[in-house]
Each structure stands twice: as C-alpha cells, then as structure tokens.
C-alpha cells in the first residue's frame, strides 16, 4: 500500500530583498534554504509552522549576499546539527561575513551536481548573478519536485533543462520595470539589477515560466519581490495575465501564491 505520509512538505518562510528563507521536510530531513533574517526572526518564523530550529538537520546556501547568509554562522554555531552546504565560491566570499563555523558543520555543494541525502535528492544550478558562484536548488522527493529559483538576470537553456516541469516552483518576480526605472535607485543600481546578472522582473519571470512550467506543475510561488520596486497585486496580476495571454489554466491547473517578507506561506505538502 502507498505510505500517504511521505510526502515533501514545503513552508517559504520569508521572501523578498528583505531576506529569504524556505523550509523543506521529508520523514528523514529537515532543510533550510538560506538564512537571509536573524536567528530569532527565523525561530519565529519556524514556530508559526509548529516546527523548531532544533530539529533541523541541513543549510543549504545560495550565495553570499546578506539577503540570503545574514544568520548562517549564528546558526551554525548554535545548532551543532545544523549541516551547513554552500559551493566553494560561496564559502570563500560568506566566511568574512558570518564569523567561525565549526569546520565538521562545513560542507562543500559543488555547481550542478546532486546529493544524494537519503530519502531527498537535492540538485545545485549555477545562475547569473553578481555574486561569487551563485546557485540555485531543486528538491526531489518521492517522485516529486520543488524548485528554487531567485536572484538571476536571465533563465539559460541550461537551466531550463534542470528545472523543467516540476510540481512546485519559487519563482523570482523582483521588480516592476516601470516603477524601477521611474524610482529612486541611482543609476548604478537599476543597472545592475537590469542587467544579465541582477534579477527577474515580473514580466521576465512570467515569460520564463511559460518556457519552464508543465502538466505536472501545481503551486508557483511568486518571490524575491523588491520592496522599493514592486506591489505585491501588480506582481500577482501582471503575472497571473501574461500565463491566462498563453492559455495557462491560472487557478485551474495550478495556483500562484504570493509572498511575503517575515510571514510563511504556511506548510504546503507537494
Ligand atoms: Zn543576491
Ligand atoms: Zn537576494
């Protein structure tokens, strides 16, 4: 008989330029995608979705913008269990930032390879973006799949291949281009996140799901929304009405999520 319980529980704990978090279950692990708050913000958050720091068991890294590694040390050195995972780029630009990190807890996550952890595969990609050797995630669990993917300027084909069709995406919509460029960020700074290694904008994001998403896909959350930069129901409709232009069945086949800066998305089982 099919075990119904083992299931990938997924909770996007916190997303946006403000600092992110995701929390990923199986029945053996316990995984944080990044620790882009404080410790206590992340305890807190953990706590909404009746889980506790204490039992998880995996870090996974990003790359080493505060947005994502802001509490990595913090949690390392006050939760011996916690694994830590980042690429070599990774932990060569974080390690200034995030003090000592006991050398057992270190873990070395190669660019486009996977891990084989039990009853999860976890899967890295490289992405574009203006940081040491940023990468991306996939989780595979039971026939299923979640996909992270936020903070970089373009989608390649290679990261198309990696990515395509799976039941859950985090997907970056960052910034509205108008309310971008018309904003008060010097130009330096709207560059950057224009150019092939900054980030997604809505419409960007949209029409590189179109190229990604299939019948198996269900649940996409819309993240890393920039404060300065974006409305949470301009990202939602701009998005939601460039897959209905493409005949995606929005809120039929599959649901988008919003998200939001230190509030969960709740625990969502893929
Ligand atoms: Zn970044
Ligand atoms: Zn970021």
């Given at each position: 008989?099919?075990?119904?319980?083992?299931?990938?529980?997924?909770?996007?704990?916190?997303?946006?330029?403000?600092?992110?978090?995701?929390?990923?279950?199986?029945?053996?692990?316990?995984?944080?995608?990044?620790?882009?708050?404080?410790?206590?913000?992340?305890?807190?958050?953990?706590?909404?979705?009746?889980?506790?720091?204490?039992?998880?068991?995996?870090?996974?890294?990003?790359?080493?913008?505060?947005?994502?590694?802001?509490?990595?040390?913090?949690?390392?050195?006050?939760?011996?269990?916690?694994?830590?995972?980042?690429?070599?780029?990774?932990?060569?630009?974080?390690?200034?930032?995030?003090?000592?990190?006991?050398?057992?807890?270190?873990?070395?996550?190669?660019?486009?390879?996977?891990?084989?952890?039990?009853?999860?595969?976890?899967?890295?990609?490289?992405?574009?973006?203006?940081?040491a050797e940023p990468q991306f995630y996939v989780f595979h669990h039971n026939?299923?799949?979640?996909?992270?993917?936020?903070?970089?300027?373009?989608?390649?084909?290679?990261?198309?291949?990696?990515?395509?069709?799976?039941?859950?995406?985090?997907?970056?919509?960052?910034?509205?281009?108008?309310?971008?460029?018309?904003?008060?960020?010097?130009?330096?700074?709207?560059?950057?996140?224009?150019?092939?290694?900054?980030?997604?904008?809505?419409?960007?994001?949209?029409?590189?799901?179109?190229?990604?998403?299939?019948?198996?896909?269900?649940?996409?959350?819309?993240?890393?929304?920039?404060?300065?930069?974006?409305?949470?129901?301009?990202?939602?409709?701009?998005?939601?009405?460039?897959?209905?232009?493409?005949?995606?069945?929005?809120?039929?086949?599959?649901?988008?999520?919003?998200?939001?800066?230190?509030?969960?998305?709740?625990?969502i089982v893929i």
């Amino acid at each position: 008989m099919k075990d119904t319980t083992d299931t990938m529980k997924i909770s996007v704990l916190s997303s946006g330029s403000g600092g992110n978090v995701t929390y990923i279950e199986t029945p053996q692990h316990k995984i944080l995608l990044d620790a882009g708050l404080s410790g206590i913000k992340i305890q807190r958050l953990m706590k909404s979705i009746n889980r506790d720091l204490n039992d998880v068991d995996t870090l996974l890294v990003t790359h080493e913008h505060s947005d994502h590694r802001k509490s990595v040390g913090i949690l390392a050195r006050k939760y011996p269990n916690i694994n830590v995972y980042a690429n070599k780029g990774t932990w060569n630009a974080m390690l200034t930032k995030i003090g000592k990190v006991p050398e057992a807890q270190m873990n070395i996550f190669p660019p486009d390879s996977v891990k084989d952890m039990g009853d999860i595969d976890v899967e890295s990609f490289s992405v574009s973006h203006d940081a040491a050797e940023p990468q991306f995630y996939v989780f595979h669990h039971n026939n299923k799949s979640f996909v992270v993917l936020t903070d970089t300027g373009y989608v390649s084909d290679r990261m198309e291949g990696v990515i395509k069709n799976a039941d859950c995406y985090l997907w970056e919509c960052n910034h509205d281009l108008e309310m971008l460029r018309n904003g008060e960020y010097s130009w330096p700074l709207k560059q950057r996140i224009l150019s092939d290694k900054g980030h997604l904008s809505n419409v960007e994001g949209a029409d590189t799901m179109l190229d990604v998403i299939g019948n198996r896909t269900k649940k996409i959350f819309l993240g890393h929304r920039s404060h300065h930069n974006n409305m949470k129901s301009l990202c939602h409709l701009t998005v939601a009405s460039i897959l209905e232009d493409h005949d995606m069945p929005v809120g039929h086949d599959f649901k988008l999520y919003d998200t939001d800066v230190e509030q969960s998305s709740g625990l969502i089982v893929i």
